[in-house]
């Protein structure tokens, strides 16, 4: 938790930024903010944060880093505290991580460690970020054995939710965005998942009353989750379904795929392999499978390394445990499935995940209605 013993004041607005000063001063005071951008996000939205902090008499610097998965890591993070004691931030501080995921946990790990920790706002500008990365207090960096290896819980104060600066993202990054909310209607509201499929032309359009109420749902089901389990001994594991696998393929690929679409094929493989060990409902892969082609996301497996190497990929997640390789595994689409232990996530035999992946990429499952 956070010095005030909460998540963090989340504010879920159009043109929310538009008034970040009075925002900041009243959840975050600070004696200097340090707005932390990639090099895309800086001039559109990194900048102008900046400029209204100043206008409003309030200290701020821009500090910028290269845009991609791969300024989180240690170099990353050392450019960035660097950078931090460089413009004079004290302890009275606090960073403003501007951005999407990368930028939100590389800033957010940069605070939790900087002069021992100090206070952190998100302000996500990807909708992945919206949705998903930008709740719930976890930062991380990805080290060379492995993703998101180094990290801290580390709450924000504040959440500033401004759907306007979706107008800039590319709409591949769009549809990213959308593969974690399907993971939240997957894990826990069917009915949610369904309105996705159904809605996602309007959402990759950019609709504002569609993707309004995207990011109000995934906020929901995501905030409700991390309410319940906060430090993750239980439930939360559940919002990692997909990303044992997504991970290795980010790995085993030098993070080539992008998060997005390595969560999207990272889901439909976990539900065939839930379904293989008869912990899945028959025919969820395919419910979920046709969630995510609506939402214009890649879930063809032959794209996806050797089923070999990504089982050795995930020997690294961090999840594993006595040696073994765990799965956060769906009942059926909308719901978990525990261990008979009541444990939220499953050990499987790496060759049990290595024939099934052998066997999607050879037949992946036909959607629905053929
Ligand atoms: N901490 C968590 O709980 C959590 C949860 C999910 C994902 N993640 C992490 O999030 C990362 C993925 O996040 P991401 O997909 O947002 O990646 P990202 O931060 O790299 O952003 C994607 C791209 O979009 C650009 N961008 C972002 N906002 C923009 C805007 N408004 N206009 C124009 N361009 C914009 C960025 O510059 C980048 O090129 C991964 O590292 C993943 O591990 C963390
Ligand atoms: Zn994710």
């Not at 559109?44 to 701020?60: I, T």
């Not at 004079?88 to 021992?116: K, N």
């Not at 899945?280 to 996806?304: E, H, K, M, N, S």
Request: with cysteine; hydrophobic share 50%; charged share 20%.
């Amino acid at each position: 938790m956070n010095p005030e013993g909460s998540w963090g004041e989340v504010v879920i607005e159009r043109g929310a930024l538009g008034r970040i000063a009075s925002l900041l001063s009243a959840h975050a005071p600070a004696a200097h903010y340090a707005v932390v951008a990639d090099s895309n996000v800086a001039p559109l939205h990194g900048r102008p944060v900046v400029a209204r902090l100043e206008a409003a008499g309030l200290r701020a610097d821009l500090v910028t880093v290269a845009a991609g998965e791969g300024s989180k890591t240690p170099a990353g993070w050392a450019e960035v505290v660097e950078s931090l004691a460089r413009v004079g931030l004290g302890r009275d501080g606090c960073v403003v991580a501007a951005g999407g995921g990368v930028i939100g946990d590389l800033a957010g790990f940069a605070a939790a460690t900087y002069a021992r920790g100090i206070s952190l706002v998100q302000v996500p500008t990807s909708l992945l970020a919206m949705v998903d990365a930008a709740l719930g207090g976890k930062t991380a960096i990805d080290l060379a054995a492995g993703k998101n290896l180094a990290g801290a819980f580390h709450p924000p104060r504040l959440v500033v939710v401004d759907a306007l600066v979706l107008d800039t993202l590319p709409r591949e990054e769009l549809a990213d965005g959308l593969a974690e909310a399907v993971k939240h209607g997957a894990v826990a509201d069917a009915s949610y998942l369904k309105w996705i499929e159904g809605q996602a032309p309007a959402l990759l359009d950019r609709e504002p009353a569609a993707v309004d109420a995207l990011v109000a749902g995934s906020i929901r089901i995501k905030m409700g989750i991390v309410d319940r389990d906060p430090w993750e001994s239980g439930e939360r594991a559940i919002l990692n379904f997909g990303h044992t696998i997504a991970h290795a393929m980010e790995v085993a690929t030098g993070y080539a795929v992008r998060h997005g679409h390595a969560v999207a094929l990272g889901m439909v493989a976990e539900a065939a392999v839930g379904e293989e060990i008869g912990v899945t409902r028959a025919g969820t892969a395919r419910q979920i499978r046709d969630a995510l082609v609506a939402c214009g996301l890649p879930v063809d497996p032959t794209r996806a390394p050797p089923p070999a190497e990504l089982v050795r990929a995930a020997r690294t997640d961090k999840k594993s445990r006595a040696g073994a390789t765990r799965y956060a595994l769906l009942k059926e689409a909308g719901t978990a499935a525990t261990t008979a232990a009541g444990d939220w996530t499953h050990a499987i035999p790496d060759d049990v995940v290595t024939a099934v992946l052998g066997r999607l990429r050879a037949a992946p499952p036909a959607p629905s209605g053929v």
